[in-house]
C-alpha cells in the first residue's frame, strides 16, 4: 500500500523569507502522481502544486516549487518569498497514474506559520 | 469555485441518529470520492465510486454506506451516530482524461457535529 509521510508536525517562517516542507512516500508503482494541497483555516482544500513522476522537471507555480527525487521517493515543497496568507496546513498526497480506481493518498500534514 | 458542491455545509445531531450528506461532482467527472476529516487530523479516504459503481474502498465503517446515481450525484450516509463521527467529511471529483488529469477537485466539506 502506498504510504505518505510528513515529519514536521510544524514549521515557522518569517515573512517574506523561504521555507521548505518536507514529504517521502512509498510505492511500487512507475507512474504516478504527486501533489501539494493548502488547507487554511476556512478548512478548504486548495491545490497548490502538482508532479507527474515520469517529468523530470521540477513543477513550479510562481512563489512554490517542489524538488522531486523520485528515486529517494522525496517530493520537498519550497515557498519563496513567503507572505502571511501562506499560513495553513499544507498536505502532501500522492495518486497512482491507475484508470478509474485510483485514490488520493495523504500525509498528516504540516502546519505552517508566518510569522512578520 | 472547485466546481463540486456539497451540501448541507453544517449538520449538527444527535448520537444513534442518521445522516445524508450530498455531492454533486463537477460537470463530466465520473469519479467521486469521499473522504473524512477529524479535528486536526489527516484526510482519510473512505470510499470511490466510478459512474455509479463502486471502484474502491477505505476504512469505511459498516455504519456508512454511499452510492453514486445516474446523473452522478453521490450520498454518503452515516447512521448510528456516535460522537467520534464528528469530522469535517469531504467529497472530490475527478476527470478520466483531458488537461486536469489526476487532480481530484475537492467541494468544501460538509461538517457534521454529533452532540
Known amino acids: 500500500a502506498q504510504t505518505v509521510t510528513q515529519s514536521q508536525p510544524e514549521m515557522s517562517v518569517q515573512e517574506a523569507e523561504t521555507v521548505t516542507l518536507s514529504c517521502t512516500y512509498d510505492t511500487s508503482e512507475s507512474d504516478y502522481y504527486l501533489f501539494w494541497y493548502k488547507q487554511p483555516p476556512s478548512r478548504q482544500m486548495i491545490l497548490v502544486i502538482r508532479?507527474?513522476?515520469?517529468?523530470?522537471q521540477n513543477a513550479t507555480e510562481n512563489r512554490f516549487s517542489v524538488n522531486f527525487q523520485k528515486a529517494a521517493k522525496s517530493f520537498s515543497l519550497k515557498i519563496s518569498d513567503s507572505q502571511l496568507g501562506d499560513a495553513a496546513m499544507y498536505f502532501c498526497a500522492y495518486r497512482a497514474y491507475t484508470g478509474t480506481a485510483s485514490k488520493l493518498t495523504f500525509g498528516t500534514g504540516t502546519r505552517l506559520q508566518v510569522t512578520l | 469555485d472547485s466546481g463540486v458542491t456539497q451540501t448541507p455545509k453544517h449538520l449538527i445531531t444527535a448520537t444513534g441518529q442518521r445522516v445524508t450528506l450530498r455531492c454533486s461532482p463537477r460537470?463530466?467527472?465520473?469519479?467521486v470520492y469521499w473522504y473524512q476529516q477529524s479535528l486536526d487530523q489527516g484526510l482519510q479516504f473512505l470510499i470511490q465510486?466510478?459512474?455509479?459503481?463502486?471502484?474502491a474502498k477505505g476504512n469505511i465503517l459498516e455504519r456508512f454506506s454511499a452510492q453514486q446515481f445516474p446523473d452522478l450525484h453521490s450520498e454518503l450516509n452515516l447512521s448510528s451516530l456516535e460522537l467520534g463521527d464528528s469530522a469535517l467529511y469531504f467529497c472530490a471529483s475527478s476527470e478520466l482524461a483531458g488537461p486536469n488529469t489526476g487532480e481530484l477537485f475537492f467541494g468544501e466539506g460538509s461538517r457534521l457535529t454529533v452532540l
Open positions: 460537470s463530466g467527472d465520473l469519479s
Open positions: 465510486y466510478y459512474n455509479g459503481e463502486e471502484r
Open positions: 508532479q507527474e513522476a515520469y517529468k523530470q
